[in-house]
């Protein structure tokens, strides 16, 4: 077997003891525009950007390799898998989010997809991150809510999200993520992220519907250890280094507190 490194997890435990936030782009390769790619990389890492997430739950166009090959060419940036099923594994990447769907009843997003990935995975340098993800309502059905057969969390139901992320560390997984998917109506509301938050040791992943610093402010405040923007970049250009202040700020206020 071969050793496996456990830098980012690692990493995101003794952020998460320090109070330290930080900030992920969802890269959608089929959103992608490969032409300006490189300047929105070299924006990223002049912002601060911490991890890049490759994939996303439905993908047409085959552009991972390509995308983490930019990514390793223009940013020391960890490219982190965010795979929708076991055909988004690309080993070339540093990481994969190994996501099991624990707010779904879907065998197939449990743990069928994962032993089909398993002896790939077992071959490849990719660090895992055993990832508990959980969708959770946000005013529309969105496409990850389709395409993987899952009801979400309501968003009402603190106390749902709460037992779902306590039973996930329970039976071992590492991080969590609270998604309301992508380009969703309402982000997750504050009482569920903190409800997660306070229930587990585990960092908190949150993402869906962020489009604004304040709505990524709120995230952090409420207990969010990364907070995840995809859609929003793609509209509008301004709210990277917008997210990326805002995240420093909470950082630097960390500090002070300390
Ligand atoms: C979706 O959490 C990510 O899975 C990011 O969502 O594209 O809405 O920012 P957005």
Same mark, same amino acid.
């Given at each position: 077997?071969?050793?496996?490194?456990?830098?980012?997890?690692?990493?995101?435990?003794?952020?998460?003891?320090?109070?330290?936030?930080?900030?992920?782009?969802?890269?959608?390769?089929d959103?992608?525009?490969?032409?300006?790619?490189?300047?929105?990389?070299?924006k990223?890492?002049?912002?601060?950007?911490?991890?890049f997430?490759?994939?996303?739950?439905?993908?047409?166009?085959?552009?991972?390799?390509?995308?983490?090959?930019?990514?390793?060419?223009?940013?020391?940036?960890?490219?982190?898998?965010?795979?929708?099923?076991?055909?988004?594994?690309?080993?070339?990447?540093?990481?994969?989010?190994?996501?099991?769907?624990?707010?779904g009843?879907?065998?197939?997003?449990?743990?069928?997809?994962?032993?089909?990935?398993?002896?790939?995975?077992?071959?490849?340098?990719?660090?895992?991150l055993?990832?508990?993800?959980?969708?959770?309502?946000?005013?529309?059905?969105?496409? *990850?809510?389709?395409?993987? &057969?899952?009801?979400?969390? @309501?968003?009402?139901? !603190?106390?749902? $999200?709460? %037992?779902?992320?306590?039973?996930?560390?329970?039976?071992?997984?590492?991080?969590?993520?609270?998604?309301?998917?992508?380009?969703?109506q309402?982000?997750?509301?504050?009482?569920?992220?903190?409800?997660?938050?306070t229930?587990t040791?585990?960092?908190?992943?949150?993402?869906?519907?962020?489009?604004?610093?304040?709505?990524?402010?709120?995230?952090?405040?409420?207990?969010?250890?990364? *907070?995840?923007?995809?859609? &929003?970049?793609?509209r509008? @250009?301004?709210?990277? !280094?917008?997210? $990326?202040? %805002?995240?420093?700020?909470?950082?630097?206020?960390?500090?002070?507190?300390?």
């Amino acid at each position: 077997m071969q050793p496996k490194n456990n830098k980012i997890a690692a990493l995101l435990q003794k952020k998460r003891v320090e109070q330290k936030k930080s900030f992920a782009v969802l890269l959608d390769p089929d959103k992608v525009d490969f032409a300006s790619f490189p300047e929105l990389l070299e924006k990223a890492m002049a912002c601060g950007v911490d991890f890049f997430f490759v994939g996303g739950s439905l993908v047409t166009r085959y552009a991972i390799d390509q995308m983490v090959a930019a990514i390793h060419a223009h940013t020391d940036i960890p490219a982190i898998l965010f795979p929708g099923n076991s055909l988004h594994i690309e080993p070339s990447a540093d990481a994969i989010l190994l996501l099991s769907l624990i707010s779904g009843r879907n065998p197939e997003l449990l743990i069928g997809q994962h032993v089909i990935a398993a002896p790939l995975l077992r071959q490849s340098k990719l660090e895992i991150l055993p990832t508990g993800y959980m969708l959770v309502e946000s005013g529309k059905l969105t496409t *990850v809510s389709y395409i993987s &057969g899952t009801i979400p969390i @309501p968003y009402d139901k !603190p106390s749902v $999200a709460a %037992c779902t992320a306590m039973a996930g560390e329970m039976l071992g997984l590492k991080l969590m993520y609270l998604d309301a998917g992508s380009g969703a109506q309402y982000a997750v509301p504050e009482a569920i992220i903190s409800a997660v938050s306070t229930a587990t040791d585990t960092p908190l992943i949150v993402g869906g519907g962020i489009d604004s610093g304040e709505k990524a402010y709120a995230a952090l405040k409420a207990g969010a250890d990364v *907070v995840v923007i995809g859609n &929003g970049i793609e509209r509008n @250009p301004l709210l990277l !280094p917008e997210i $990326a202040q %805002c995240v420093k700020a909470f950082n630097q206020k960390s500090v002070k507190v300390v």
